[in-house]
């Protein structure tokens, strides 16, 4: 069985054939961190964990970088006083790094949130502008990039004399592109419209500015991905991953990058996610179009008539294969709640089957099994996979009601294959459905005793117990009524 992946670049599944067999050196594009992380961001970013879980449990020793944007992601108007984090800053009076660092904060709790695991490496833009410099310093040295206004820019037209192809990911024609480009950003300092922005002068206003060959200013956002990409995964790497959103001008930008440095294109593959979307629309905070992952998980939205714990959602997402687009609803929802928990049930199940080694079952393993690895190699098939899986669910009911038989060994097989794929690579969390139920007996306990300690002037026991369960985020609230608490 072989790997084959879709390659954004072809336009075809391909054999997977990495640069070192046995290791993948995979990138994908991480947050701005301007603003709270909406269901449509983390769809992507799980889409990528799946792969990146996947790509493990096939055996690849795999290096997962994703940044984070940090500085220089300008608005669509392209004005440089518009930068996502100085507009923030004003917004919420705070420094840009009190916004960046709030934003990351809540990026990285969403995604624990999903179970999704941490890349290898997460660098951020900040972190990496002398390497931005000195790459915006080797493009002018051959000839790729000039310099206006304190600003730098990167000549599209000469990478394309020289035989490049910009446009070649996102299957732009160059004419057409300079055809229909407005000069918003660069405002009459580029050769070209479609030219872009490797260094951007800082107007008096702009707070995010760093010193530079070319006077203080902040790198383009294009720039940082190829800047961290090759210093931790070299100058040609296996993966590079994002939302299908990024192919241009981002990712496009990025490969023209890659070939004016070194003479070689810098990804085999692009991988590029689907988007996710509500009432059929894109979803995105400019439209208002969005639901925070927070709002789904409490319930306090008008779109979901319930709550749903972020496995289900989890379950939702990867029932939909990651190149196709997926429309969130409450319908969606309640049915991959239902399939969620005939899963779970059958895995319990499954603990107490008692094996039968003389009878043949209709079952067959072996062949079960090929299919599920078939599914995962045919370009990271997770709903084919899923269904796959409701096959053994089957057969799970089937053994419990005395319809089917499994030998031992074959019992601590399918025990261990199921687990594998349910909770390793798809990564899913099984809930105790009794879970909330018993936190709340245990809490009842503890405010029990705290009053007793209080009633026999016991403080320092009374106080103890209040602040231990504040540090663990559960707060208590004295009232009229007695002590109640909430969870933050
Ligand atoms: P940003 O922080 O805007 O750079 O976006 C982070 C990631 O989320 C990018 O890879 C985007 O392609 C992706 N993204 C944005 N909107 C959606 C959506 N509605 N569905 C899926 N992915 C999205
Ligand atoms: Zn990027």
Redesign the pocket.
């Known amino acids: 069985m072989q790997l084959k992946l879709y390659n954004s670049l072809t336009g075809e599944k391909e054999i997977f054939k990495p640069i070192l067999e046995g290791n993948v050196g995979m990138y994908?594009?991480?947050?701005?961190?301007?603003?709270n992380?909406?269901?449509?961001?983390?769809?992507?970013?799980l889409?990528f964990d799946f792969i990146y879980r996947t790509l493990m449990h096939l055996g690849y020793k795999v290096r997962y970088v994703r940044n984070i944007?940090d500085a220089g992601?300008l608005t669509d108007d392209g004005n440089v006083d518009n930068d996502r984090f100085v507009k923030q800053t004003r917004l919420e009076k705070l420094e840009p790094m009190e916004i960046v660092q709030k934003y990351t904060v809540d990026f990285h709790k969403v995604l624990e949130m999903f179970n999704l695991l941490p890349p290898n490496i997460e660098p951020t833009a900040t972190g990496h502008i002398v390497e931005q410099i000195e790459l915006t310093q080797k493009l002018i040295e051959r000839g790729f990039a000039y310099e206006s206004n304190g600003s730098v820019y990167f000549d599209v037209l000469e990478y394309n004399k020289r035989g490049l192809n910009y446009g070649e990911l996102s299957k732009r024609n160059i004419e057409e592109l300079f055809a229909n480009t407005r000069d918003l950003d660069g405002q009459g300092e580029k050769k070209n419209p479609q030219d872009f922005a490797l260094w951007k002068k800082a107007s008096p206003a702009h707070i995010m500015r760093w010193n530079s060959p070319w006077g203080e200013g902040f790198p383009g956002w294009h720039l940082e991905c190829t800047a961290m990409s090759t210093k931790y995964l070299g100058e040609k790497f296996d993966i590079h991953?994002?939302?299908?959103?990024?192919k241009f001008p981002?990712h496009e930008c990025e490969i023209a990058q890659g070939k004016a440095c070194n003479d070689i294109a810098p990804v085999n593959y692009w991988m590029?996610?689907?988007?996710?979307?509500?009432n059929s629309q894109?979803?995105?905070?400019s439209t208002g179009n969005?639901i925070l992952p927070m709002q789904l998980v409490t319930g306090e939205n008008d779109f979901f008539e319930k709550p749903f714990h972020p496995s289900i959602v989890r379950f939702c997402f990867l029932q939909a294969h990651y190149r196709s687009v997926?429309d969130i609803s409450n319908d969606a929802m309640i049915a991959s709640e239902k399939g969620f928990i005939r899963l779970m049930e059958a895995m319990k199940v499954l603990n107490s089957i008692t094996p039968d080694n003389g009878k043949q079952s209709e079952f067959n393993l072996q062949e079960w099994k090929n299919k599920c690895y078939d599914a995962l190699n045919d370009d990271f098939n997770s709903p084919i996979l899923i269904a796959h899986l409701f096959e053994a669910v089957k057969y799970i009911f089937a053994l419990n009601d005395g319809k089917e038989t499994i030998s031992s060994e074959d019992l601590e097989d399918l025990k261990s294959t199921l687990h594998a794929f349910i909770f390793d690579v798809l990564g899913l969390q099984n809930i105790e459905e009794n879970n909330n139920e018993k936190l709340d007996q245990t809490l009842k306990v503890l405010i029990e005793l705290r009053n007793q300690a209080r009633k026999s002037k016991n403080f320092d026991l009374s106080d103890q117990i209040r602040d231990k369960l504040l540090a663990e985020g559960i707060e208590l609230k004295d009232g009229r009524d007695g002590t109640t608490y909430v969870l933050n």
Request: aromatic share 8%; net charge positive; proline share 2%.
């Open positions: 994908v594009c991480g947050p701005t961190v301007y603003s992380v909406h269901l449509g961001n983390v769809r992507t970013f889409s944007t992601h991953g994002g939302g299908m959103d990024l981002h590029h996610a689907n988007m996710l979307t509500m894109r979803m995105s905070k969005y997926l």
